[in-house]
Protein backbone atom coordinates (compact mmCIF):
# COMPACT_ATOMS: atom_id res chain seq x y z
CA UNK A 1 0.00 0.00 0.00
CA UNK A 2 1.05 3.16 -0.72
CA UNK A 3 1.84 6.05 1.57
CA UNK A 4 -1.06 8.18 -0.10
CA UNK A 5 -3.30 5.16 0.68
CA UNK A 6 -2.30 4.80 3.99
CA UNK A 7 -3.36 8.34 4.79
CA UNK A 8 -6.50 8.10 2.93
CA UNK A 9 -7.11 5.55 5.30
CA UNK A 10 -5.99 7.06 8.00
CA UNK A 11 -8.06 9.83 7.73
CA UNK A 12 -11.71 8.39 6.29
CA UNK A 13 -11.27 6.30 9.66
CA UNK A 14 -11.45 9.11 11.64
CA UNK A 15 -14.82 10.87 13.26
CA UNK A 16 -15.13 13.96 10.79
CA UNK A 17 -14.96 16.51 13.91
CA UNK A 18 -11.02 16.07 14.08
CA UNK A 19 -10.90 15.11 10.05
CA UNK A 20 -9.69 18.39 9.39
CA UNK A 21 -7.20 18.87 12.24
CA UNK A 22 -5.50 15.85 11.41
CA UNK A 23 -5.25 16.34 7.68
CA UNK A 24 -3.73 19.74 7.81
CA UNK A 25 -1.37 18.16 10.42
CA UNK A 26 -0.61 15.47 7.95
CA UNK A 27 -0.27 17.74 5.21
CA UNK A 28 2.16 19.76 6.97
CA UNK A 29 4.08 16.67 7.59
CA UNK A 30 4.42 15.74 4.61
CA UNK A 31 5.59 18.87 2.94
CA UNK A 32 7.99 18.95 5.20
CA UNK A 33 9.82 15.43 4.33
CA UNK A 34 9.62 17.61 0.18
CA UNK A 35 6.47 15.32 -1.05
CA UNK A 36 4.98 19.14 -2.13
CA UNK A 37 2.27 17.77 -4.52
CA UNK A 38 1.30 14.94 -1.88
CA UNK A 39 0.77 17.60 0.37
CA UNK A 40 -1.69 18.96 -1.96
CA UNK A 41 -3.47 16.19 -2.73
CA UNK A 42 -3.97 15.52 1.24
CA UNK A 43 -5.38 19.00 1.95
CA UNK A 44 -7.83 18.66 -1.06
CA UNK A 45 -9.02 15.61 0.72
CA UNK A 46 -12.65 16.64 2.09
CA UNK A 47 -14.09 16.04 5.24
CA UNK A 48 -16.64 13.21 5.05
CA UNK A 49 -20.33 13.43 6.50
CA UNK A 50 -21.65 11.53 9.10
CA UNK A 51 -23.52 8.86 6.73
CA UNK A 52 -20.39 8.63 4.41
CA UNK A 53 -18.18 8.19 7.79
CA UNK A 54 -20.64 5.54 9.00
CA UNK A 55 -20.66 3.72 6.17
CA UNK A 56 -16.27 3.55 5.47
CA UNK A 57 -16.70 2.20 9.02
CA UNK A 58 -19.42 -0.16 8.23
CA UNK A 59 -17.47 -1.41 5.22
CA UNK A 60 -14.24 -1.48 6.71
CA UNK A 61 -15.48 -3.66 9.64
CA UNK A 62 -17.96 -5.61 7.84
CA UNK A 63 -16.69 -6.87 4.56
CA UNK A 64 -18.93 -9.81 3.72
CA UNK A 65 -21.93 -7.23 4.62
CA UNK A 66 -20.53 -5.07 1.77
CA UNK A 67 -19.94 -8.28 -0.48
CA UNK A 68 -24.08 -8.95 0.13
CA UNK A 69 -24.26 -5.50 -1.71
CA UNK A 70 -21.63 -5.95 -4.54
CA UNK A 71 -23.57 -9.42 -5.43
CA UNK A 72 -26.95 -7.77 -5.79
CA UNK A 73 -26.09 -5.01 -7.81
CA UNK A 74 -24.39 -7.66 -10.54
CA UNK A 75 -27.71 -9.89 -10.20
CA UNK A 76 -29.43 -7.07 -10.61
CA UNK A 77 -27.73 -5.52 -13.43
CA UNK A 78 -27.61 -8.80 -14.99
CA UNK A 79 -31.38 -9.31 -14.57
CA UNK A 80 -32.23 -6.33 -16.27
CA UNK A 81 -30.39 -7.18 -19.39
CA UNK A 82 -31.86 -10.36 -20.16
CA UNK A 83 -35.46 -8.75 -19.52
CA UNK A 84 -35.97 -11.19 -16.56
CA UNK A 85 -39.31 -9.70 -15.04
CA UNK A 86 -39.98 -12.20 -12.46
CA UNK A 87 -36.11 -12.03 -11.55
CA UNK A 88 -36.61 -8.93 -11.22
CA UNK A 89 -39.28 -8.66 -8.55
CA UNK A 90 -37.58 -10.89 -6.91
CA UNK A 91 -34.68 -9.24 -6.55
CA UNK A 92 -36.32 -5.79 -5.62
CA UNK A 93 -37.68 -7.42 -2.73
CA UNK A 94 -34.00 -8.84 -1.55
CA UNK A 95 -32.95 -5.38 -2.25
CA UNK A 96 -35.39 -3.51 0.24
CA UNK A 97 -34.40 -6.34 2.77
CA UNK A 98 -30.61 -5.86 2.16
CA UNK A 99 -30.88 -2.50 2.76
CA UNK A 100 -32.66 -2.51 5.80
CA UNK A 101 -30.28 -4.78 7.17
CA UNK A 102 -27.51 -2.81 6.11
CA UNK A 103 -28.33 0.34 7.36
CA UNK A 104 -29.05 -1.19 10.71
CA UNK A 105 -25.65 -2.62 10.55
CA UNK A 106 -24.46 0.81 9.92
CA UNK A 107 -26.16 2.47 12.44
CA UNK A 108 -24.74 -0.68 14.81
CA UNK A 109 -21.26 0.40 13.89
CA UNK A 110 -21.51 3.61 14.29
CA UNK A 111 -23.13 3.21 17.72
CA UNK A 112 -19.98 0.35 18.49
CA UNK A 113 -17.20 3.16 18.20
CA UNK A 114 -19.46 5.88 20.12
CA UNK A 115 -21.89 7.63 17.63
CA UNK A 116 -25.46 7.68 17.33
CA UNK A 117 -26.73 8.60 14.17
CA UNK A 118 -29.28 10.78 13.41
CA UNK A 119 -32.88 9.57 11.58
CA UNK A 120 -32.13 11.95 8.73
CA UNK A 121 -28.32 9.86 8.75
CA UNK A 122 -29.97 6.45 9.01
CA UNK A 123 -32.10 7.92 5.83
CA UNK A 124 -29.36 9.03 3.78
CA UNK A 125 -27.41 5.67 4.50
CA UNK A 126 -30.61 3.55 3.07
CA UNK A 127 -30.73 6.18 0.05
CA UNK A 128 -26.44 5.85 -0.57
CA UNK A 129 -26.90 1.98 -0.10
CA UNK A 130 -29.78 2.00 -2.95
CA UNK A 131 -27.75 4.21 -5.14
CA UNK A 132 -24.64 2.14 -4.57
CA UNK A 133 -26.39 -1.15 -6.30
CA UNK A 134 -27.66 0.93 -9.04
CA UNK A 135 -24.55 2.84 -9.85
CA UNK A 136 -21.17 1.23 -10.59
CA UNK A 137 -19.54 4.33 -9.79
CA UNK A 138 -20.72 5.05 -6.34
CA UNK A 139 -20.65 1.16 -5.31
CA UNK A 140 -16.86 1.45 -6.46
CA UNK A 141 -16.07 4.33 -3.46
CA UNK A 142 -18.54 2.26 -0.86
CA UNK A 143 -16.53 -0.59 -0.95
CA UNK A 144 -12.96 1.09 -1.00
CA UNK A 145 -14.45 2.73 2.10
CA UNK A 146 -13.68 6.06 0.92
CA UNK A 147 -17.12 8.16 0.72
CA UNK A 148 -17.57 11.85 1.33
CA UNK A 149 -21.06 12.72 1.73
CA UNK A 150 -24.40 10.49 0.82
CA UNK A 151 -25.18 9.82 -2.77
CA UNK A 152 -29.00 9.27 -4.54
CA UNK A 153 -29.80 7.66 -7.55
CA UNK A 154 -33.33 7.59 -8.74
CA UNK A 155 -33.09 6.30 -12.04
CA UNK A 156 -33.86 2.85 -14.13
CA UNK A 157 -30.93 1.51 -12.93
CA UNK A 158 -27.17 1.31 -13.69
CA UNK A 159 -26.69 3.77 -17.32
CA UNK A 160 -27.92 2.22 -20.82
CA UNK A 161 -29.75 -0.38 -18.93
CA UNK A 162 -33.82 -0.90 -19.07
CA UNK A 163 -36.82 -3.68 -18.63
CA UNK A 164 -37.94 -3.84 -22.10
CA UNK A 165 -41.56 -4.51 -20.99
CA UNK A 166 -43.64 -7.59 -21.93
CA UNK A 167 -45.80 -7.66 -24.86
CA UNK A 168 -49.68 -6.03 -24.50
CA UNK A 169 -52.20 -8.53 -23.44
CA UNK A 170 -53.99 -7.67 -26.48
CA UNK A 171 -51.44 -8.75 -28.53
CA UNK A 172 -50.93 -12.30 -27.12
CA UNK A 173 -54.74 -13.08 -27.01
CA UNK A 174 -54.10 -11.86 -31.06
CA UNK A 175 -51.07 -14.42 -31.11
CA UNK A 176 -52.81 -17.16 -29.24
CA UNK A 177 -56.09 -17.28 -31.91
CA UNK A 178 -53.90 -17.62 -34.75
CA UNK A 179 -52.58 -20.78 -34.04
CA UNK A 180 -56.50 -22.22 -33.46
CA UNK A 181 -57.53 -20.58 -36.92
CA UNK A 182 -58.63 -22.45 -40.13
CA UNK A 183 -56.43 -22.78 -42.88
CA UNK A 184 -57.73 -20.34 -44.60
CA UNK A 185 -57.35 -17.51 -41.75
CA UNK A 186 -53.97 -17.82 -41.84
CA UNK A 187 -52.88 -15.30 -43.52
CA UNK A 188 -55.16 -12.83 -41.91
CA UNK A 189 -53.69 -14.05 -38.24
CA UNK A 190 -50.30 -13.63 -39.65
CA UNK A 191 -51.22 -10.14 -40.84
CA UNK A 192 -52.84 -9.27 -36.70
CA UNK A 193 -49.33 -10.43 -35.79
CA UNK A 194 -47.40 -8.09 -37.51
CA UNK A 195 -49.61 -5.37 -36.55
CA UNK A 196 -49.29 -6.63 -32.74
CA UNK A 197 -45.43 -6.84 -33.34
CA UNK A 198 -45.12 -3.11 -34.84
CA UNK A 199 -47.28 -1.68 -32.12
CA UNK A 200 -44.77 -3.58 -29.74
CA UNK A 201 -42.28 -1.93 -31.41
CA UNK A 202 -43.62 1.04 -31.46
CA UNK A 203 -44.45 0.67 -27.55
CA UNK A 204 -40.70 -0.04 -27.28
CA UNK A 205 -39.36 2.59 -29.04
CA UNK A 206 -41.19 5.32 -27.05
CA UNK A 207 -39.93 4.10 -23.88
CA UNK A 208 -37.07 3.78 -25.14
CA UNK A 209 -36.62 7.39 -26.11
CA UNK A 210 -38.59 8.35 -22.99
CA UNK A 211 -35.91 6.08 -20.80
CA UNK A 212 -32.96 7.94 -22.62
CA UNK A 213 -34.53 11.78 -21.92
CA UNK A 214 -34.98 10.82 -18.32
CA UNK A 215 -31.76 9.14 -17.78
CA UNK A 216 -30.03 12.58 -19.54
CA UNK A 217 -31.87 14.18 -17.13
CA UNK A 218 -31.07 12.42 -14.67
CA UNK A 219 -27.16 13.27 -15.30
CA UNK A 220 -27.97 16.23 -15.21
CA UNK A 221 -29.33 16.46 -11.75
CA UNK A 222 -26.81 14.30 -10.48
CA UNK A 223 -24.26 16.10 -11.68
CA UNK A 224 -25.88 19.29 -10.23
CA UNK A 225 -26.71 17.96 -6.70
CA UNK A 226 -23.06 16.83 -6.60
CA UNK A 227 -21.42 19.97 -7.46
CA UNK A 228 -23.79 21.60 -5.13
CA UNK A 229 -22.72 18.68 -2.91
CA UNK A 230 -19.08 19.33 -2.95
CA UNK A 231 -19.51 23.20 -2.78
CA UNK A 232 -21.92 22.35 0.58
CA UNK A 233 -18.41 20.53 1.67
CA UNK A 234 -15.88 22.42 0.97
CA UNK A 235 -17.60 25.37 2.78
CA UNK A 236 -17.82 23.02 5.54
CA UNK A 237 -14.39 21.96 5.60
CA UNK A 238 -13.50 25.88 5.22
CA UNK A 239 -15.54 26.76 7.94
CA UNK A 240 -13.55 24.38 9.88
CA UNK A 241 -10.49 25.50 9.45
CA UNK A 242 -11.59 29.14 10.46
CA UNK A 243 -13.27 27.92 13.76
CA UNK A 244 -9.83 26.14 14.13
CA UNK A 245 -7.76 29.10 13.54
CA UNK A 246 -9.72 31.77 15.41
CA UNK A 247 -9.74 29.17 18.31
CA UNK A 248 -6.00 29.05 17.88
CA UNK A 249 -6.01 32.94 18.10
CA UNK A 250 -8.58 33.69 21.05
CA UNK A 251 -5.68 31.15 22.64
CA UNK A 252 -2.59 33.31 21.45
CA UNK A 253 -4.87 36.85 22.58
CA UNK A 254 -5.22 35.47 25.48
CA UNK A 255 -1.87 35.07 26.22
CA UNK A 256 -1.15 38.36 24.30
CA UNK A 257 -3.40 40.44 26.64
CA UNK A 258 -1.96 38.50 29.93
CA UNK A 259 1.84 40.18 28.81
CA UNK A 260 0.34 43.39 28.35
CA UNK A 261 -1.28 42.97 31.34
CA UNK A 262 1.90 42.83 33.24
CA UNK A 263 4.20 44.49 31.10
CA UNK A 264 1.58 47.87 31.91
CA UNK A 265 2.24 46.74 35.25
CA UNK A 266 5.77 46.61 35.08
CA UNK A 267 5.47 50.45 33.24
CA UNK A 268 3.51 51.46 36.12
CA UNK A 269 5.87 50.59 38.54
CA UNK A 270 8.88 51.82 36.28
CA UNK A 271 7.14 55.23 35.69
CA UNK A 272 6.75 55.43 39.73
CA UNK A 273 10.23 54.51 40.24
CA UNK A 274 11.29 57.31 37.54
CA UNK A 275 9.17 60.25 39.09
CA UNK A 276 10.87 58.79 42.67
CA UNK A 277 14.33 59.31 41.37
CA UNK A 278 13.28 62.33 39.51
CA UNK A 279 12.68 63.66 42.91
CA UNK A 280 16.11 62.60 44.27
CA UNK A 281 17.98 63.94 41.61
CA UNK A 282 15.88 67.68 42.36
CA UNK A 283 16.82 67.26 46.22
CA UNK A 284 20.50 66.17 45.31
CA UNK A 285 20.61 68.97 42.80
CA UNK A 286 19.81 71.62 44.96
CA UNK A 287 22.08 70.05 48.10
CA UNK A 288 25.32 70.21 45.46
CA UNK A 289 24.46 73.35 44.60
CA UNK A 290 23.97 74.88 48.40
CA UNK A 291 27.48 73.02 49.08
CA UNK A 292 29.29 74.81 46.24
CA UNK A 293 27.83 77.92 47.40
CA UNK A 294 28.88 77.38 51.02
CA UNK A 295 32.53 76.62 49.84
CA UNK A 296 32.61 78.99 47.64
CA UNK A 297 31.63 81.77 50.68
CA UNK A 298 34.47 80.41 52.53
Not at 146 to 174: H, I, M, N, Q
Request: charged content about 35%.
Amino acid sequence: MSRCDEIVDELYGLTPDVFVKRRNEIAKEVKADGETSLAKDISKLRRPTQAAWAINQWVRANPDDCDQVTALAADLSAAQRRSAADTMRELSRRRQELINSSADGVAGTASSLGVQLSDSAVREVATTLRAAIADAEILADLRHGRLVTSAEYSGFGPAGVFVVPDPPAESKRKGGHSHDAEPENVDTGSADETEGSDEDAEVRRGLEARIARAEDDEQSARKSLGDASSAVDEASSEVDELVAEARDLRVQLSRVEDSLRFARQRLSTAEEGRSEAKVALRDAVAEANKLRAALADL
